[in-house]
């Protein structure tokens, strides 16, 4: 009973920690995967975990455990934030896109989020996950998250700290507007194309008047945004590939925000 008292409150803290790197994490936040499944992956992995790095660790007994419980659900919380920032980065490429081919207002349900989203940004954001899910990433996730108790451990680690001297926050801001920007250049091809299109079709409604330029221009836009889809999804698989090592790359970066 006394090795299980000594370990339960170390063990829980690096529960919270997984479990809750899972809940924001993508694909493992994908509301197709089970409850029951995610919860038995982090219990697991926590039991993995502890054996590796919770072994002599002392945690206190006091209120002041209460603090850690959030610390740890905090800190899973903020990689699998960074995680799905980069993520997102198709949903919003497609977004630009939607609004150039006018796809804006045929919004779709996204299976893997429950929620709305683009029908360009919704088809590229599958595509990812599968190619993802073939790159083996989320073995990378998992080795991530096990990493992370190397560098911060569930004992004593100043990440109260940082969030006080503002560094979690800024190095959250520039991940937000590296993802952002990233998008946008997944994007821009597409938009160059459309735009291209767009002074095209007023050339014509000048020099021929009599053409109907709503009429025209709606089918028109829809076969070059779909003929330059399907030139750029091959190329998009490579892309990707540098979007999980800049993905990977931060994760890492965050995790060496602690000394």
């Not at 409150?9 to 029951?36: E, H």
């Not at 109907?212 to 836009?221: D, E, L, R, S, T």
């Not at 998009?236 to 970066?253: K, L």
Request: charged fraction near 10%; charge should be neutral; glycine fraction near 8%.
């Amino acid at each position: 009973m006394d090795i299980i008292s000594q370990a339960f409150p170390v063990f829980l803290l690096i529960f919270c920690r997984i479990s809750s790197f899972l809940v924001a994490a993508p694909v493992f936040s994908s509301k197709g995967v089970p409850n029951i499944f995610k919860i038995g992956l982090a219990f697991f992995i926590s039991i993995i975990a502890y054996l590796l790095f919770g072994i002599g660790v002392s945690v206190p007994s006091n209120g002041e455990y209460i603090l850690f419980i959030v610390r740890e659900v905090m800190i899973g919380l903020l990689i699998g934030y960074i995680a799905t920032l980069f993520f997102t980065v198709v949903q919003i490429a497609g977004s630009f896109i939607d609004m150039q081919i006018g796809f804006g207002i045929a919004n779709v349900i996204d299976p893997l989020t429950g929620m709305q989203s683009p029908v360009v940004g919704n088809f590229k954001y599958v595509f990812v996950v599968l190619l993802f899910l073939g790159l083996n990433g989320h073995h990378f996730f998992i080795d991530g998250i096990m990493h992370s108790f190397e560098w911060m451990n569930v004992g004593a680690n100043p990440f109260f700290e940082l969030i006080a001297n503002g560094s979690i926050f800024k190095f959250a801001a520039k991940s937000f507007i590296h993802a952002f920007m990233i998008a946008f250049q997944v994007a821009a091809p597409m938009i160059v194309a459309l735009f291209l299109a767009d002074v095209a079709l007023g050339f014509l409604a000048r020099t021929a008047p009599q053409f109907n330029v709503f009429v025209v221009g709606i089918p028109f836009k829809f076969i070059i945004g779909i003929a330059m889809l399907a030139l750029v999804v091959p190329s998009f698989v490579y892309v990707m590939q540098q979007i999980f090592e800049t993905m990977f790359q931060a994760m890492d970066q965050l995790l060496r925000l602690m000394p």
